[in-house]
Structures are given as C-alpha cells and as structure tokens.
C-alpha cells in the first residue's frame, strides 16, 4: 500500500445532509438547542422556558421546526398559520442556523419546510422579516420567491 504524501491530500467538503423535523414535545435539548441558537439571532433574547416551549408545541396555530446533523439540532424555525378577515396567512419567525452550520443550505431546508407547512395548511401567503443585517439571509429569501415588500413594521412592546 502506498502512503499518501500530507501535502497531496485533497480536502473534500462534504454538504450537511440533515433532516427537518416538527417538534411534537419540549424536551429539555430543545431548550438546551434553543439556549444555544436564539442568542446567534439576537442575543438580546430571553432562552424560553420549558413551560413556554411546551405552550408553543401545543398551539395548533405554530409549527415548530428543527434541523438536526445527526443527533445535533443545528437550526430551528417557526411558521404560524392565522386568519385575517382577508386571508388565510403564515408567518415566517425564528430562522436560525448554527453559526457551524451556515453557508449548507440548512437554512433553505428550512424555510422551504416552512412554506410547504403554510402550503399544506391553506395559507395563500407566507410572509416574514429580516434584518438588514442578516446579508445571508436577506440573499436567501428572494432566490426562494420571497419579495420586499415596500413597508414599514411597527412595534409596540407591552412589557
């Protein structure tokens, strides 16, 4: 057998290959995954207790989703299905990959779970909001379909 000079190694990089998965139960890795990953999307989060996971996973309004490498969640995100007196629409909250993971297509594999959720449950628009700041994933949402809107969003916080 002929040895392999270091020097010629060839480094191959192999895609994450992960599955989307709908969460049915709080688990405490879920909170444990979410301690881990919220902060990477603002880190001025609170880290939702089990009691406030375990009202998420119950809503039939909220599909919570996550995207595990192997046993590892390394992204998770939410799509609500809700009616308006004009539609019957979704929303796109929480997309966040693990900083390791970004730049696999993980994200994508979720929002793309996320719309076929809204599909499957009769949304005839699914919307969402980024940072301007989030350049990776303001790329991501037009080559998905997703348009800018010409809006302003508001906010009042009632704590």
């Not at 490498?69 to 693990?98: C, H, M, N, S």
Request: contains cysteine; glycine residues 6%.
């Amino acid at each position: 057998m002929v040895g392999i000079d270091p020097a010629q190694r060839l480094l191959v990089l192999v895609p994450v290959t992960v599955q989307i998965e709908s969460v049915r139960e709080a688990t405490p890795e879920l909170q444990s995954a979410l301690a881990r990953l919220l902060p990477q999307l603002n880190p001025h989060l609170a880290i939702p207790s089990l009691d406030h996971l375990a009202a998420v996973v119950a809503d039939p309004a909220v599909t919570l989703l996550v995207a595990r490498d192997g046993d590892t969640i390394v992204g998770t995100a939410a799509v609500i299905v809700y009616l308006t007196p004009i539609w019957l629409k979704a929303r796109i909250e929480d997309v966040v990959v693990d900083e390791g993971s970004r730049g696999r297509g993980v994200g994508e594999s979720l929002v793309r779970e996320c719309v076929e959720v809204a599909r499957a449950r009769g949304a005839g628009i699914v919307e969402l909001q980024s940072a301007r700041v989030r350049e990776a994933a303001n790329r991501l949402y037009p080559r998905l379909g997703f348009e800018l809107r010409d809006s302003n969003v508001y906010r009042l916080t009632l704590r």
